[in-house]
């Protein structure tokens, strides 16, 4: 038997491995786990060199994968001007004038997070509003939320060149004043007219930034992320080969399934590179590909208007961000590389085109068994919800959204809300469901995405009904969607995902019995607020919470 250097005993393991579902004692060599099983079974194996912890009864998990993260503009995020809790317009203007005042006059002020729909005053701030707190030497560009819309001042409009006659870019619009100028609100592909003119962090910069990133998601309990790309902009390059230099120099603590950009795709085919292409760290993953914009910034493709517009609005129906042809095309493309796809697909419209094309194009089967995937696919029409099943599939899903986006769901769908955030349906359907967070346009917290998943409401309204309740998930559902259901999306089930013999040694350590909590029901919000104890990452601890952790034992034994 191999020497277990490390060994987890004491505890109450759940493993997502059918074979073995519980357990209370874990052996680690290394980075790999090397056996599962009894406490008394494993301790039998240490030796005076084996590190032992005794987790006193605390539930321990695989380490948690969060299917969609946009990694890049989080962690780039962290140490910019946070707006996602600013409760009205007013509060995120007096951010911005605190932010700008303390930053060089000239230099560039973003943000990420505001929400116009949280506010009494539901309407999005223009370039004016800014223009009157930041002055005129700084440019300033404020990410809305869904990252689907942003609001800049006059002077980022004016670096950018963008003005009254500007015409709207394909796939974006430029918000306008009475007289046609632009007021400073830019939606969806309009967006990409200013960030070109936005400096890009050093190499150095970034490489900071990602360990900080790291180290966030480590105390969540995420060990493993697929890394999302942005429609026609520059950030996949340059977050590819940051995550290359940090794997290179030994400082990658995270397994990072990394997509590419539709519009990078010509350079796969001349590198001869596949999905797949790495290691268990860092490897290629999906072509991305974008059908359509955002519920919340109202330009999500729809079969039917939303209740709030007008039918002869010429963005009644939301926009389509890709023609369903260049999808197509792309498709066909991707599928001659050897490269699966995921396509963001918001809208009812956009979720039917989606698979109406994948049901249509010619696609060779990607490699290891991974599937195509529709990212959110969250608002669908019941008849095409047993599709994805049929053509193979993965819906990547974000629960947490569903808790961020009731009122407006309720607001813009009226009684078609009902399709929004389908997640018992797809399930009952048997297609495959993988669950992530979409930060930074939703909390990174896993945690709370367990919470939207089982409750379907939030954790300070539990009073409440749960909205849509019958779309709620279990437990086992909800762990299986972060878990082994998210590696099998990137074809590492065979690495991780479970707590199984052979595979790496990536688990985390909770400080509290999900199990237990689950059935004191919908009138307490611990799940939400789960913290994490301990994160294993490849066999070494690299989280610990300052209180309450489990402490290792006395190595002088034998």
């Not at 060199?49 to 299917?67: K, N, S, Y």
């Not at 939320?145 to 004016?158: E, K």
């Not at 979720?351 to 010619?362: A, S």
Request: glycine share 8%.
């Amino acid at each position: 038997m191999i020497t277990p250097s490390l060994i987890l005993h004491n505890a109450k393991v759940y493993t997502v491995d059918e074979s073995q579902p519980w357990a209370d004692a874990v052996a680690i060599s290394g980075s790999q786990i090397v056996d599962v099983g009894n406490s008394r079974q494993i301790l039998a194996g240490r030796t005076r060199d084996t590190e032992v912890m005794d987790l006193d009864g605390h539930l321990v998990l695989p380490g948690l994968c969060d299917a969609h993260i946009h990694f890049y503009e989080w962690s780039l995020g962290l140490g910019q001007l946070m707006l996602a809790g600013v409760q009205s317009k007013a509060e995120m203007l007096d951010a911005l004038g605190s932010w700008a005042s303390s930053r060089e006059p000239e230099s560039w002020v973003i943000g990420r997070g505001w929400n116009e729909t949280l506010w009494s005053d539901a309407t999005m701030p223009t370039r004016k509003e800014l223009d009157d707190v930041s002055g005129e030497r700084q440019p300033v560009i404020l990410w809305r939320s869904d990252m689907h819309c942003a609001v800049a001042n006059s002077r980022a409009l004016t670096i950018a060149g963008i003005e009254k006659a500007t015409p709207d870019p394909a796939g974006g619009f430029i918000g306008r004043l009475p007289d046609g100028g632009p007021d400073g609100r830019l939606f969806e592909l309009a967006i990409n007219l200013v960030t070109p003119f936005i400096p890009v962090p050093s190499p150095a910069e970034l490489e900071d930034t990602y360990i900080h990133g790291m180290r966030s998601l480590h105390a969540l309990g995420v060990t493993a992320i697929h890394s999302q790309r942005m429609k026609d902009q520059r950030e996949g390059p340059l977050s590819f080969n940051t995550f290359l230099r940090l794997k290179e120099n030994d400082a990658l603590r995270l397994r990072v399934n990394s997509n590419i950009a539709a519009h990078d795709v010509s350079f796969l085919d001349a590198l001869g590179l596949r999905s797949g292409f790495g290691n268990d760290y860092l490897r290629l993953g999906h072509i991305k590909l974008f059908a359509d914009g955002t519920l919340g910034s109202k330009t999500a493709w729809m079969l039917e208007p939303l209740e709030s517009i007008e039918r002869d609005d010429p963005h009644a129906f939301g926009i389509c961000l890709t023609k369903p042809s260049e999808m197509a095309n792309v498709i066909e493309t991707a599928g001659k590389l050897g490269f699966p796809v995921s396509i963001h697909a918001i809208g009812d419209r956009a979720n039917r085109e989606v698979l109406d094309i994948l049901e249509e194009v010619t696609l060779s089967a990607p490699p290891q068994g991974i599937t195509h995937r529709i990212e959110h696919v969250q608002i669908i029409d019941p008849a095409d919800v047993p599709r994805l099943k049929a053509l193979n599939i993965t819906a990547s899903v974000q629960p947490i959204h569903a808790l961020d986006d009731m009122e407006i769901a309720d607001r813009l769908l009226g009684a078609r809300s009902d399709r929004a955030y389908r997640f018992g349906s797809l399930v009952r359907s048997g297609a495959r469901v993988v669950f992530g967070s979409d930060a930074p346009v939703a909390d990174p917290n896993p945690f709370l995405g367990f919470h939207a998943a089982m409750f379907r409401q939030r954790p300070d309204a539990l009073s409440d009904a749960p909205w849509h309740g019958d779309e709620r998930l279990s437990l086992e559902q909800t762990i299986y969607g972060y878990t082994l259901g998210a590696a099998r999306a990137a074809g590492w089930h065979d690495a991780i995902g479970s707590i199984t013999p052979g595979k790496r040694a990536d688990l985390i350590v909770l400080d509290r019995d999900l199990f237990t909590l689950r059935d004191q029901g919908l009138k307490s919000r611990a799940i939400a607020d789960t913290r994490v104890l301990t994160t294993i990452f490849d066999g070494e601890i690299t989280h610990q919470s300052r209180s309450a952790s489990p402490a290792p034992e006395n190595r002088d034994r034998s």
